[in-house]
């Protein structure tokens, strides 16, 4: 599917997945993709945003607030400064439990980070978007819209001050203009 995507809604995911390593998240929800539109800064839809006056500084703080700030020292590093070895923790369960005991593990840097349910679909959506207006591909606009049409970012929205319902409206019609390989 996302050879769908044009080069900015691409861009706009790879900057998602940043987000997501930043905050030492398991998974890539639709804050990381709001995150992302904004951090990829020149597509349509970051232009909308800031028109709206949604900027990433504000946006991230807005996700800092609602989801909890991501860890200021990883958790790994956490524990070794109190003398306690991950690692050896990790191998005796394994040892004792069986591979993948400790479920929740810090990604490598750089490691893809899984889409949520609601990642998915707010990207399943995009592609709707996409289709119902007869484009041939998905535009970080159509990603957008994509995220509010599922919901994943309206608490986080009015959070920074803007309107989902004013912002879709305004969306809608610069989506169905946007020129054929844009």
Do not use: W
Not at 23 to 40: F, I, K, N, P, W
Not at 152 to 157: A, D, I, S
Request: glycine share 10%.
């Amino acid at each position: 599917m996302f050879e769908l995507f044009t080069d900015e809604a691409r861009t706009a995911l790879v900057e998602a997945q940043a987000e997501a390593h930043e905050r030492s998240d398991t998974a890539l929800g639709c804050e990381h993709v709001l995150l992302g539109l904004l951090r990829q800064g020149t597509g349509l839809a970051a232009r909308i945003l800031a028109e709206f006056a949604v900027t990433t500084d504000a946006a991230r703080a807005a996700v800092d607030e609602l989801y909890g700030p991501p860890p200021a020292v990883p958790p790994g590093e956490a524990l070794a400064a109190i003398g306690i070895d991950l690692e050896e923790i990790r191998r005796r369960a394994e040892e004792n439990f069986g591979p993948g005991a400790l479920e929740r593990r810090r990604r490598p840097r750089g490691s893809h980070v899984p889409f949520s349910e609601r990642g998915k679909k707010a990207l399943e959506l995009a592609l709707r978007e996409a289709i119902a207006r007869g484009d041939k591909e998905i535009g970080d606009e159509h990603v957008l819209l994509g995220l509010l049409r599922e919901g994943g970012v309206e608490r986080l929205l009015r959070a920074v001050g803007a309107d989902p319902a004013a912002l879709r409206a305004a969306l809608t019609p610069a989506a169905s203009r946007r020129a054929p390989g844009a």
